[in-house]
């Protein structure tokens, strides 16, 4: 059986190993796959892998011996699953590895929105304390979060996490959500309404899927019902926000700060308005990529080939 991988690099630079996979066959793995070489790479594979590159139903037709697509992620926009499973091609996915690592980095942008340590740091490098008159000094306003309210938008694994973390530095934790389920057992939780979640919370944490009632959620309107001193993170999809909206709330003063792990299109346009908008953090979309988050994810991966050649396939998307 031949195993093409499209664009395996963002899963694995260097750092794990595609050895488990020759268990099943031949592998090739590409680092990257520009669209119009798809077909030509994928032909006469019986699985293939793919990250970010697209999979559509027109490719899927030129791929006849192709039985089996196995996303290397949680989303799965990238393959046309109505084309795949009309060919009888099982489509797999990867529904949750990254929970902890994503929630984590959640905090390593709120709490340097709070802090501002890298310009504090970088200050300090520059001899500006050494030549301070005083012990003690800050180039930016200081937040502390205890006692702040963190308004959470999609309360699934990731969400909840995040719900826990706030928990324990000692912040309310209010979510919205289309399925509420059990809420969790600390003190101070409440589901909430969009609207009223917007106009209470001190930090808005989007954690949603996108979907077409979800694109574009967060706009003009939608930031007009938020505190001017409130700060908002997406480390979630980009489409979610509009960037031009976020970028002239920001530039204006009307929201305090945004963290930005992701953005509307990646990687962006040098002329994206948030890559220069006020007290706008954006890293490239890592939140997931720690090692241990890429070792769960590949190991996934690897199950899933295996329990479909078993014939008993697991992660199936629907």
């Not at 006469?44 to 559509?56: D, E, M």
């Not at 060919?87 to 529904?95: L, R």
């Not at 949603?208 to 993170?233: H, R, V």
């Not at 690897?302 to 629907?318: F, M």
Request: aromatic letters at 6%; a neutral charge.
């Amino acid at each position: 059986m031949k195993i093409v991988v499209l664009d395996g690099y963002c899963l694995n630079p260097g750092d794990l190993s595609w050895d488990a996979l020759r268990e099943f066959g031949e592998v090739v793995v590409h680092d990257r796959t520009p669209a119009a070489e798809v077909v030509e790479r994928a032909r006469g594979a019986a699985a293939v892998l793919t990250n970010k590159t697209p999979l559509t139903a027109d490719m899927l037709a030129q791929l006849p011996d192709l039985k089996y697509i196995g996303v290397l992620a949680t989303g799965y926009n990238v393959v046309d699953v109505n084309a795949a499973r009309g060919q009888g091609i099982i489509a797999t996915n990867v529904p949750t590895y990254g929970t902890a690592s994503v929630a984590q980095f959640v905090f390593a942008l709120l709490l340097e929105l709070c802090h501002n340590v890298k310009l504090h740091s970088d200050s300090v490098r520059a001899g500006e304390w050494s030549k301070h008159a005083d012990w003690s000094f800050w180039k930016s306003p200081l937040m502390e979060l205890e006692g702040k309210t963190l308004g959470i938008i999609g309360f699934g694994r990731i969400g909840r996490r995040v719900g826990r973390i706030a928990d324990a530095m000692g912040m309310r934790v209010i979510a919205n959500d289309t399925y509420q389920g059990d809420p969790p057992s600390y003190e101070g939780f409440r589901w909430a309404p969009l609207h009223d979640l917007l106009r209470e919370s001190d930090v808005v944490s989007l954690h949603s899927p996108l979907f077409p009632e979800t694109q574009g959620m967060i706009n003009t309107s939608t930031l007009a019902l938020m505190k001017p001193s409130a700060f908002l993170i997406n480390t979630s999809r980009g489409p979610l926000i509009v960037d031009q909206d976020l970028a002239d709330a920001l530039n204006a003063g009307r929201l305090a700060g945004a963290g930005l792990d992701v953005l509307s299109v990646e990687p962006p346009a040098a002329t994206n308005p948030l890559l220069s908008a006020r007290n706008c953090l954006v890293t490239p979309h890592i939140a997931w990529a720690t090692r241990e988050a890429r070792a769960r994810l590949m190991d996934t991966v690897v199950g899933n080939i295996s329990g479909w050649t078993s014939g008993y396939p697991r992660n199936v998307i629907k």
